[in-house]
């Protein structure tokens, strides 16, 4: 009987603790996302597992540059896997439209934050271009999304699941070259890419600054960074659409 009511009472303590875990859990998840800070933390957040992926993406694209080979089996390996297409690239769909959400509705309570201009107010001398242009440059990568994936993600949908055709591994650099004879696709993905370039410009480090990482050592480091990861991948995409255009002359 004593060892039972002793179960009893550590079972029931077991689990208030356990259900007091879970409160604390779901309040600070909450306060996370419904407070000015905790937004912009998820932003940063979504914004470091953006740039790894643009990261992944360029270094597979490069791969049409070095062997045709080798761009259409990675291409294949990832357009087949089953963890990359039924897991990681609907959590990559819902970081990017979080991603801009948010900048949208940051941007949005910022402005509404400050309703009534002053007189001398001049945002070029607090600011530069790129921060103050975050949401233009944002919704223009947006857009360029959307070409982007009706070039290539939506025919990959189309070919395996309503064709059924999950075999052919040799499809990926034609299709690639394809799209690129096209001077105008071209001369609109240079240009995404130069939007692109902005907008990594300041939300490399700015990402950083949104969780707190300050460093009087490091954070010049970061910048630096910043800057040359702003320049390298989008050039780096910049030659490759180039790259397949013009050996296609």
Known sequence: MIMNLIFYCFFELRTLHLQTNYYNYLKMSKGLSSSSVGRKVLMALSGFFLLFFLMQHFVINLFSVISTNLFN?????????????????????VGVLFH????????????????IKYIMDKPSENSNWMSRNMIITGIMIMLFLGLHFYD???????????????????????????????????????????????????GFQSSFQSVGFNHNKYTPIIKKLGTLYAILIPSGFVFIALFHYITQL
């Open 73 to 93: 089996e990675v291409s294949h390996f990832m357009g087949t896997n089953g963890l990359i297409q039924f897991v990681m690239q609907p959590v990559l769909l």
């Open 100 to 115: 801009l959400g948010m900048g949208i509705y940051l941007d949005f309570k910022n402005k509404a934050a400050r309703p």
């Open 152 to 202: 290539f993600w939506w025919p990959e949908i189309k070919d395996k699941y309503i064709d059924g055709n999950w075999d052919d591994s040799t499809k990926y650099f034609s299709h690639l070259q394809h799209k690129f004879q096209d001077l105008t696709r071209v001369i609109i993905y240079c240009i995404s890419f130069l939007f692109l370039g902005l907008h990594l410009a300041h």
